[in-house]
T-cell receptor, first 115, second 111 residues
Framework: EADIYQTPRYLVIGTGKKITLECSQT?????MYWYQQDPGMELHLIHY???????EKGDLSSESTVSRIRTEHFPLTLESARPSHTSQYLC??????????????FGQGTRLTVV | AQKITQTQPGMFVQEKEAVTLDCTYD???????LFWYKQPSSGEMIFLIY??????QNATEGRYSLNFQKARKSANLVISASQLGDSAMYFC????????FGAGTRLTVKP
């Protein structure tokens, strides 16, 4: 069973509010990722991290920020929520090297609705 | 940049039959990993199978097997003996520096 947790599971918030989606893992994984996914659609990479103090931008990073102060914690912040941010946000983590027998684990997701 | 392509938006299969879901990828890296995930309507991502770029044998996990053809850069998922519970979205992904997903294939198993 994956030890990666996202909170909250569901969030309804007003336009213009600042929100932080939490993601924590207890597996000691170096790599962590954030994705945005509309129902039944593909996953879009927002941000990722190689480890502590490392953050990289994905394809949809312009309206959000992340931090990686601790290995286990990778929060995502939307500075000013908009209705277009309504979506599911998925956090994942993996071992550092992709070619040597690893697995990427996903959290349960946060379903965000901006009204 | 890495890229994953899934060309089948939807697939149908008869219960108990086998089905192949296609996945091709593009990367200039030598070391990478390929994944398949299942996503039911509940939205959770369920890991199915993994293939490392250096693995010489095709990965298998129960009813799932990965047909890995490195020279053709393809990593097709084969599901044998389909069950009604297999109806879901299936995503192929490539992991190296980042992890990228394909657009997904919606599989429907008919009774």
């Amino acid at each position: 069973e994956a030890d990666i947790y996202q909170t909250p599971r569901y969030l309804v918030i007003g336009t213009g509010k600042k929100i932080t989606l939490e993601c924590s893992q207890t597996m000691g994984h170096d790599k962590m990722y954030w994705y945005q996914q509309d129902p039944g659609m593909e996953l879009h990479l927002i941000h990722y991290s190689y480890g502590v103090n490392s953050t990289e931008k994905g394809d949809l990073s312009s309206e959000s920020t992340v931090s990686r102060i601790r290995t286990e914690h990778f929060p995502l912040t939307l500075e000013s929520a908009r209705p277009s941010h309504t979506s599911q946000y998925l956090c994942a983590s993996s071992d550092l090297t992709g070619g040597t027998g690893t697995e990427a684990f996903f959290g349960q997701g946060t379903r965000l609705t901006v009204v | 940049a890495q890229k994953i392509t899934q060309t089948q938006p939807g697939m149908f299969v008869q219960e108990k039959e086998a089905v192949t879901l296609d996945c091709t990828y593009d990367t200039s890296d030598q070391s990478y990993g390929l994944f398949w995930y299942k996503q039911p309507s509940s939205g959770e991502m369920i890991f199915l199978i993994y293939q490392g770029s250096y693995d010489e044998q095709n990965a298998t996990e129960g009813r799932y097997s990965l047909n890995f053809q490195k020279a053709r850069k393809s990593a097709n998922l084969v599901i044998s003996a389909s069950q009604l519970g297999d109806s879901a979205m299936y995503f192929c992904a490539i992991l190296n520096n980042d992890m990228r997903f394909g657009a997904g294939t919606r599989l429907t198993v008919k009774p």
